[in-house]
């Protein structure tokens, strides 16, 4: 009933966004685009505040065809968000498996990121054969996790980075 088409985050900056995320991925956005005027009433009807402008960009989700929607609003006053940390109510957070943590360690922080030390993942559904993970926070504050797993919960096949394979 439900596939996973895109995440969604609002940041500050879209154009320091869109360089973060483009150097994290090592891909540009597949698509950018603007909502103004007319083409914004829906968005506006949306989320309860017409009038508004929005920029985005579009990446795909490495492994995946699903999509990370990355927007920045315009024309709304109290667009600034509270800031969240991992463990609070309400935040969220995005993971992705890597092949190697030591290489996406250097990949992050090639983007600007300062990564949570990578430690042993020694309990729970992800533990096995070394697993270890590492988070870290894109320039709007959201937490992104890498893990280097061999295991998923309900044995779900684990995600490759070589070209989007599950194995």
């Known amino acids: 009933m439900f596939a996973i088409e ?6 500050k900056d879209l154009e320091v966004s869109v360089r973060f995320y483009t150097a994290l991925f090592d891909e540009p956005p597949i698509e950018q685009t603007s909502w103004q005027g ?3 009433e829906y968005v506006g009807q949306l989320v309860g ?8 960009a ?14 920045q ?9 509270v800031a969240n940390r991992h463990f609070q109510t ?11 943590i030591d290489d996406a360690v250097k990949r992050i922080k090639k983007a600007g ?6 430690v042993e993942i020694a309990y729970g559904p992800y533990k096995g054969k070394g697993g ?4 870290f926070t894109d320039p709007d504050g959201i937490t992104i996790q890498v893990m280097e797993i061999a295991n998923r919960p309900g044995g779900l096949p684990v995600p490759s980075a070589r070209m989007g394979h599950w194995s």
């Open 6 to 11: 895109h995440v969604g985050i609002i940041v």
């Open 38 to 40: 007319r083409d914004a």
């Open 49 to 56: 505040r017409p009038g508004l402008t929005l920029d985005e």
């Open 58 to 71: 579009f990446f795909r989700l490495p492994g995946t065809n699903a999509i990370l929607e990355v927007g």
């Open 73 to 81: 609003f315009h024309n709304i006053a109290d667009g600034e968000g």
């Open 90 to 100: 309400r935040s969220i957070h995005i993971g992705f498996a890597v092949d190697s």
């Open 113 to 118: 990121a300062t990564l949570s030390k990578p």
């Open 132 to 135: 270890k993970t590492a988070t």
